[in-house]
């Protein structure tokens, strides 16, 4: 995308916003009634895995992107908007650009990390949009991948996220941080999964574990010394990150979680 058509883009989004069309952003623009969301749930470039972390932005997320850039490796992190806090808290707000700023590759968890199977058309889009507005205002940056809470979706929510220029994203490695195992049985899930040398690896991991965090240096060492590249989601499926990028916004009385759903 061109950088007016970026510019133009932007203003759409700021006057979608201030009316009724809000949820439905983007049908103006070309990403309207079109094909189902595709779903993946592995990477498809050979040799490489994708460490993703979802429920942030959360205290522990500065650590782990600095575990992985310190290793030389990139991760994926999947934010709510409203869920274990308010992405627009500047705390908040800060470690999803430090992600963004650190080349780690942002996504949607969706807002309030609810049932999306349950949901109606118009309460998905307000699922999906808060989320994407808010990365857009803090980074510039316009995602491109939804993951939709407990891996679950229906016809609609591909639909809906279709509209939205989304891809939906699952995993073919759960490493159990929130279905109730310790650390090392973690960590001895990793280890039984690459003894079984996979061509590729789409983990999934919550920030808001402190297990998580303490493990994750030697499960990085223990991927890159079985030959593994770690990097983002979309580069394990070569495709772009984003639908486009821009400048980010400044903090202004919009950054609020009050009165969103």
């Given at each position: 995308?061109?950088?007016?058509?970026?510019?133009?883009?932007a203003?759409?989004?700021?006057?979608?916003?201030?009316?009724?069309?809000?949820l439905?952003?983007?049908l103006?623009?070309?990403?309207?009634?079109?094909?189902?969301?595709?779903?993946?749930?592995?990477?498809t470039?050979?040799g490489?895995?994708?460490?993703?972390?979802?429920?942030?932005?959360y205290?522990?997320m500065?650590e782990?992107?600095?575990?992985?850039?310190?290793?030389?490796?990139?991760?994926?992190?999947?934010f709510?908007?409203?869920?274990?806090?308010?992405?627009?808290?500047?705390?908040?707000?800060a470690?999803?650009?430090?992600?963004?700023d650190?080349n780690?590759?942002?996504?949607?968890h969706?807002?309030?990390?609810?049932?999306?199977?349950?949901?109606?058309?118009?309460q998905?889009h307000?699922?999906?949009?808060?989320?994407?507005?808010?990365i857009?205002?803090?980074?510039?940056?316009?995602?491109?991948?939804?993951?939709?809470?407990f891996?679950?979706?229906?016809d609609l929510?591909?639909?809906?996220?279709?509209?939205?220029?989304?891809?939906?994203?699952?995993?073919?490695?759960?490493?159990g941080d929130?279905?109730?195992?310790?650390?090392?049985?973690?960590?001895?899930?990793?280890?039984?999964?690459?003894?079984?040398q996979?061509?590729?690896?789409?983990?999934?991991?919550?920030?808001?574990?402190?297990?998580?965090?303490?493990?994750?240096p030697?499960?990085?060492?223990?991927?890159?010394?079985?030959?593994?590249?770690l990097?983002?989601?979309?580069?394990?499926?070569?495709?772009?990150?984003?639908?486009f990028v821009s400048?980010?916004?400044?903090?202004?009385?919009?950054?609020t979680?009050e009165?969103?759903?």
């Open positions: 995308m061109t950088r007016l058509s970026s510019i133009l883009l203003f759409t989004l700021a006057a979608t916003y201030a009316s009724a069309a809000v439905h952003f983007g103006g623009t070309g990403l309207g009634r079109r094909a189902p969301a595709e779903v993946i749930t592995h990477c470039v050979p490489t895995v994708a460490l993703t972390f979802d429920d942030g932005p205290t522990w500065t782990i992107s600095d575990a992985m850039t310190n290793a030389g490796a990139n991760g994926t992190f999947f709510n908007g409203n869920n274990w806090g308010c992405i627009y808290d500047e705390a908040m707000a470690r999803v650009k430090y992600a963004y650190h780690h590759q942002v996504a949607s969706t807002w309030q990390h609810l049932h999306l199977n349950t949901l109606n058309e118009h998905l307000v699922q999906m949009w808060l989320v994407e507005e808010a857009y205002k803090i980074t510039g940056a316009y995602i491109a991948f939804t993951r939709p809470p891996g679950e979706y229906n929510v591909l639909e809906v996220a279709g509209m939205r220029g989304q891809i939906v994203a699952n995993w073919d490695f759960d490493s929130t279905g109730g195992l310790t650390g090392q049985q973690s960590l001895n899930q990793y280890r039984t999964l690459i003894a079984s996979p061509e590729s690896i789409l983990t999934l991991n919550h920030e808001i574990n402190p297990d998580t965090v303490q493990i994750l030697q499960v990085i060492a223990d991927l890159q010394a079985a030959g593994y590249r990097t983002t989601l979309a580069d394990c499926l070569g495709v772009e990150p984003y639908q400048e980010p916004s400044e903090r202004d009385s919009s950054w979680c009165g969103r759903a």
